[in-house]
């Protein structure tokens, strides 16, 4: 069953600590994304990678980390230098990587809450 | 970089009329325009998108329109259903760097 999971579906973090979201996808695509969703905030990039080993910073990338050692992984870090990390977080992915202009497929995404 | 602004942000229609959801973009050479529809809890899917080289594209009861020298672009769903109510988002790109979506609109049909 292709497609890109994206685990946990519900993440709890305490303040100070640092956390992996993870996301896999089969679809044998080359680029992948982490968009960060609030409220009336739609999607903000945090990250993408168009090949493997290599990555680039989104918009908001403050207090995250990536790494694209895999083709079909695309893991996200949220560090304790992140300030305001609660929020919903989406993977995607796309079958080019040079040229972005191609339908992106999300994950069912991933609730983070600092308690 | 590119900025893709989205109105209304919230929208109610009656079942069964029109709705209109409207986005500008600032960078002239953004030329893909894709549609996503995400039904709460649910992941955001595309419905449409539109390429610059084509002014106007049709899906059963979804449209979408492409005014290149205005820079924007707008949404229509036509007869709508209560299962149309989602937040729906516009994005733009232009190839070289990832799309940049819009802060989403919440349509409401009301039956």
């Known amino acids: 069953d292709g497609g890109i999971t994206q685990s946990p579906k519900y993440l709890f973090r305490k303040e100070g600590q640092n956390v992996t979201l993870s996301c896999e996808q089969n679809?044998?695509?080359?680029?992948m994304y982490w968009y960060r969703q609030d409220p009336g905030q739609g999607l903000r990039l945090i990250y993408y990678s168009q090949i493997v080993n290599d990555f680039q910073k989104g918009d908001i990338a403050e207090g995250y980390s990536v790494s694209r050692e895999k083709k079909e992984s695309f893991p996200l870090t949220v560090t304790s230098a992140q300030k305001n990390p609660t929020a919903f977080y989406l993977c995607?992915?796309?079958?080019?990587?040079?040229?972005?202009?191609?339908?992106?497929?999300f994950g069912q995404g991933t609730r983070l809450t600092v308690v | 970089g590119e900025n893709v602004e989205q109105h209304p942000s919230t929208l109610s229609v009656q079942e069964g009329d029109s709705a209109v959801i409207k986005c500008t973009y600032s960078?002239?050479?953004?030329?893909?325009f894709p549609w996503y529809k995400q039904e709460l809890g649910k992941r955001p899917q595309l419905i449409i998108d539109?390429?610059?080289?084509?002014g106007e594209k049709k899906d059963q009861r979804i449209a979408v329109t492409l005014n290149k020298t205005a820079k924007h672009f707008s949404l229509h769903i036509t007869e709508t259903q209560p299962e149309d109510s989602a937040v729906y988002f516009c994005a733009a790109s232009d190839g070289n760097t990832p799309l940049v979506f819009g802060k989403g609109t919440r349509l409401s049909v009301i039956a």
């Open positions: 679809l044998n695509h080359d680029a």
């Open positions: 960078d002239s050479a953004s030329n893909y």
């Open positions: 539109i390429r610059s080289n084509v």
């Open positions: 995607a992915s796309s079958i080019e990587g040079v040229n972005m202009n191609t339908e992106a497929f």
